[in-house]
Structures are given as structure tokens and as C-alpha cells.
């Protein structure tokens, strides 16, 4: 059986249909030639509607995304809302109007904090200066050296409630934190330039124990140890084992 016999609807020239059909066309401002039709056929949409649909359908789209956005908006506004309801619950309006009469005073609150702790730490640092000076000047040191040894110091010791503290211990009293005397004479050997030269007689008095600072010793078959000593030796600032 011999295929049914198809029509375009649009051909470039009426040669491209049979003789009996090709009064059923006419030519259009495209120079082609339409199938002249009483009406659409079913199914069928002329361009100008699909394209009509088209931008129907874009303005359409472009509502209901304004829309959720605008959704979206109203919801998170009412949820924020609804925070600062809850955070308000139990508040009493007069008291809360009163204190905002009275002006934000956070920052200076914050501004008082600050100058606060700036003068405590101020007061750390004098009182800390202040007893490591008065055992060193004691034990010989010299006032130029001072702000030396304080420094050695911090190294050392630190403020805690209002007290010179530290982890170390003592060398001579196992389990007992090392004291400020105690550094000190270390000092004699390790930095004995910060010191005056002995009067005769040993080392400056000890403040703790009423006596006088152990002398560093000098080990007399240590060459190295003898020579670097030898001026303390002399001065009587060490001794020789």
C-alpha cells in the first residue's frame, strides 16, 4: 500500500506540490508559499501565540519568585520579631524606659575597666620593682643597675596577689620556693658588675635570715671557672674550695 499522500503547510516554490493542490496556497511576505487552512488545524499554534505564551509564562514565573522572596522577607522578619518579644517577656516597661533615660554608659563602663586594669598593672609592676630593689641596694647592688636586675627578675619572679612568687626552688632548701635573697646572690656571680666592690668581710647582709649572703664558691681545679672569678676572688665576692 503506497504511502498517504502528505501537504506541507509552508513550500519554497508551488512546484514542490501536486498541480491540484496548489490553488489550496498562497504567497507570503516571506516569498514562501502557505497552505491557505479555514481556521487552525487541532494541536496547532501559530507562532505569534506560542510566543505571546512565551513571555506570559517569564512574567508569570517572575511574580511567584518576587513572591517567595517577599515571603521569605515577611518570615524573617517576624521570626526576628518574635526573638525580640521573647527576650523582652518579663521586663517592665517603666524600669526599661528609666534606664535608657538615662543614656548608654557601657562605654564608659568599659573605658573605667580599661584604666582599671592599667593601674593595677602599674601598681604590679611598682610593688614588684620595689622588693627586688630593696634586697638588691641591700646586698651591695648598684642604683644604675637596678632597672638591669628588675628586668633579670621578671624573668624569674612574678606578681600573684600582691606578692613576688615563683615556680622555681631553692638550691639550698629542697621543696621551699626560691626567695629574692636568695636570686640575689646568685646575681653576685652571674652579674657581679651590678654590685659594689666588697668592703671586707664577705657579702652584703641578708635581709631574711640577719646574716650574710652565702658567697658564690669557685671550684679551685676549674681553670676556666678560676680565671672568670678571678676579680671576685680578689674582691672578696667568692671563695675558692
Do not use: C, Y
Request: charged letters at 25%; a negative charge; aromatic letters at 6%.
Amino acid at each position: 500500500m503506497a504511502d498517504p499522500l502528505k501537504i506541507k503547510p509552508v513550500v519554497d516554490a508551488l512546484n514542490d506540490i501536486p498541480e491540484p493542490l496548489r490553488m489550496f496556497f498562497a504567497e507570503g511576505e516571506d516569498h514562501k508559499f502557505h497552505l491557505q487552512l479555514d481556521g487552525d488545524p487541532a494541536g496547532f499554534v501559530p507562532a505569534a501565540k506560542l510566543s505571546e505564551f512565551r513571555e506570559s509564562n517569564r512574567a508569570l514565573n517572575a511574580k511567584v519568585t518576587q513572591h517567595d522572596a517577599d515571603l521569605a522577607a515577611l518570615t524573617s522578619a517576624k521570626n526576628a520579631l518574635e526573638e525580640k518579644l521573647v527576650a523582652f517577656d518579663g521586663i517592665d516597661p517603666v524600669a526599661a524606659k528609666t534606664a535608657l533615660a538615662r543614656g548608654d554608659v557601657s562605654g564608659k563602663v568599659t573605658q573605667l575597666e580599661t584604666q582599671l586594669a592599667s593601674e593595677k598593672a602599674a601598681h604590679a609592676a611598682s610593688t614588684f620593682k620595689h622588693v627586688i630593689g630593696w634586697e638588691f641596694l641591700k646586698a651591695g647592688g648598684r642604683s644604675e643597675a637596678l632597672d638591669f636586675i628588675v628586668a633579670q627578675a621578671a624573668r624569674t619572679f612574678t606578681m600573684k596577689d600582691g606578692k613576688v612568687v615563683t615556680d622555681k626552688f631553692s638550691a639550698t632548701d629542697p621543696g621551699v620556693s626560691l626567695g629574692v635573697p636568695e636570686w640575689i646572690a646568685t646575681q653576685l656571680a652571674e652579674a657581679s658588675f651590678a654590685f659594689m666592690p666588697s668592703t671586707g668581710g664577705g657579702a652584703p647582709p641578708n635581709a631574711r635570715s640577719g646574716g650574710r649572703l652565702p658567697l658564690p664558691v669557685v671550684d679551685r681545679h676549674d681553670p676556666l671557672a678560676f680565671g672568670k672569678a678571678l676579680e671576685n676572688i680578689a674582691s672578696g665576692r667568692a671563695v675558692v674550695k
